[in-house]
């Protein structure tokens, strides 16, 4: 038998071979090792506690008449705070650097799709020219001398490539591991955006709260100016002593000390203002001006189901997708256990001389089926399965934790909520006797039949219930918001929006080539 006739037996055992492990392996990736996910047990909700409460009402899905608000600061029926959140939402910088994440896992998602494919690949070529020293004598031969050759040049060019087979389904666990990280940074895009717009809300109300503290300040001083005006006249008539005029000059500049704080508060949040909105301070004077009223809630809010939080706060969808992550770098761990195989395998051209590489008979190739076992490591896989695990637990139990702090915070900001409200009522009917007692205070000092030490208890009366009434009303529109920021309202405005603003994805299309990542809804063929 010829060389060659022996020859093909053997590439026709080697195909089949081969051709056998590969169905072989597709057979056994058909279930990749390691956990599949499934959603961890979590306390069930049926109703609130305050669902009884006149301000709050409960319905049955986010269809209904009494489902949470999507864009709850409109309630507030305020064109400013519209303004504010709007501008937030397009300028906000922390608000970019989670959307810039989640640009981030869509391009690492396209690398974990490239991993079920041929992992190296390489094509290249080379041109070699030797001379071998001229100090070499001819070839003797027995009949003849044959001289030597000094120079010689070789050429080859080719391709190579290499393709772990994800026989374990460590690739498939990556590109789940990569799927859901990518669902989880939206998430954490929804929980930023959430968490801004119950951030810009609650700064205007306390700006708003400040500014009508500081009407009330400057009302009070005007009225204690009075009274202090009214002390030195009686004295310098001889109607009254010393004292009642040095009183009334400390309490006047008590009360003008609170100006300087409540200005400087008031500066400070419209600074922690600025940044949500991702603008120069200077510019807050012009988008709030030097006035105005804490916006009004509404008699009641629509609270929902709580079973509908688990879905709608993004939060709680963040930390089930942590949790289902971690779940497939366990599988990703396992599959380390058992060996791996390798396919490579290279074609090319190769001949002594660069006129014959493009011929018919310079074709070379090399086909190789190799397994690797890191037998020898088991006790470092294996630990590592274990830390893996380990991770997976805790972000479970993370998970049931951020369902209960949900829970609680909702019903905490309901029972806030409700109870301001009612304080609001007390504070207005003590504002009204307190301004009324004051004015008669006056009077009857004036009179002369009653001391000064009854004006300066009903005006102390008078500004501490002014005071607590703001603070009351404040308290009510702040808490009202802590429940729609609580309930994981606000986050559905970004739906069918872009995570970065246009000129920011310009830049990033400009500087280099995204393809169609950039959009919201990027093809399969992108991430490959």
Do not use: H
Request: charged share 15%.
């Amino acid at each position: 038998m010829t060389g060659a006739t022996a020859a093909r037996p053997k590439k026709r055992y080697f195909r089949a071979g081969l051709g056998g492990a590969l169905c072989l392996a597709f057979m056994v990736a058909c279930a990749p090792v390691g956990p599949d996910f499934v959603r961890p047990n979590s306390p069930v909700v049926k109703q609130w506690i305050e669902v009884n409460s006149p301000s709050v009402s409960q319905g049955s899905g986010l269809t209904s008449r009494s489902a949470p608000v999507v864009k709850w600061w409109e309630t507030f029926n305020d064109p400013t705070l519209n303004k504010l959140v709007a501008e937030a939402y397009a300028q906000n910088l922390s608000l970019q650097v989670a959307g810039a994440r989640v640009l981030q896992a869509r391009a690492q998602l396209g690398i974990a799709f490239g991993e079920l494919y041929p992992q190296s690949q390489a094509v290249g070529g080379s041109l070699q020219r030797r001379q071998i020293s001229d100090n070499l004598g001819p070839i003797a031969d027995i009949n003849r001398i044959i001289p030597l050759d000094t120079e010689f040049s070789t050429s080859q060019v080719g391709f190579d490539a290499q393709w772990e087979l994800d026989v374990w389904g460590a690739q498939r666990r990556g590109v789940q591991a990569a799927r859901s990280n990518l669902a989880l940074q939206v998430a954490n895009y929804d929980d930023a955006l959430v968490t801004l717009t119950g951030d810009v809300a609650a700064l205007y109300i306390n700006i708003r709260a400040l500014q009508e503290s500081l009407a009330v300040a400057r009302e009070n001083i005007q009225l204690q100016q009075a009274s202090t005006d009214l002390t030195e006249l009686r004295f310098n008539n001889g109607v009254t002593t010393e004292l009642d005029v040095q009183e009334s000059t400390a309490f006047l500049n008590n009360t003008q000390a609170l100006v300087p704080t409540l200005e400087s508060d008031l500066q400070q949040a419209k600074n922690a203002l600025a940044v949500l909105l991702g603008a120069p301070p200077s510019r807050m004077t012009s988008l709030l001006g030097n006035s105005g009223r804490i916006p009004s809630a509404r008699a009641n809010v629509a609270v929902g189901v709580p079973a509908e939080l688990l879905r709608r706060r993004p939060d709680v969808r963040a930390a089930e997708l942590a949790a289902a992550t971690q779940s497939a770098q366990v599988g990703i761990a396992m599959a380390d256990l058992y060996p791996q195989f390798i396919l490579s395998g290279s074609v090319g051209l190769q001949a002594s001389g660069g006129r014959d590489l493009f011929s018919s008979n310079s074709t070379t190739g090399l086909a190789n089926a190799g397994v690797v076992w890191n037998v020898l490591n088991y006790g470092r896989i294996k630990n590592n399965v274990r830390a893996q695990d380990a991770a997976y637990q805790a972000l479970i139990a993370n998970y049931q934790n951020t369902v209960l702090t949900a829970y609680s915070e909702v019903e905490s900001a309901m029972v806030a909520y409700a109870q301001a409200r009612k304080q609001v009522g007390f504070y207005q009917n003590s504002v009204t006797a307190s301004r009324k007692a004051a004015e008669i205070a006056v009077s009857q000092y004036r009179d002369g039949i009653a001391s000064y030490s009854r004006i300066l208890n009903t005006q102390t009366a008078l500004l501490r219930s002014q005071a607590n009434l703001i603070e009351a009303r404040q308290q009510v529109s702040s808490n009202l918001v802590a429940v729609y920021k609580g309930l994981g309202g606000g986050w559905q405005i970004r739906q069918n929006q872009e995570f970065l603003p246009q000129t920011v994805l310009a830049e990033m299309a400009y500087r280099t080539d995204w393809g169609d990542l950039l959009e919201k809804s990027p093809t399969r063929a992108s991430l490959n």
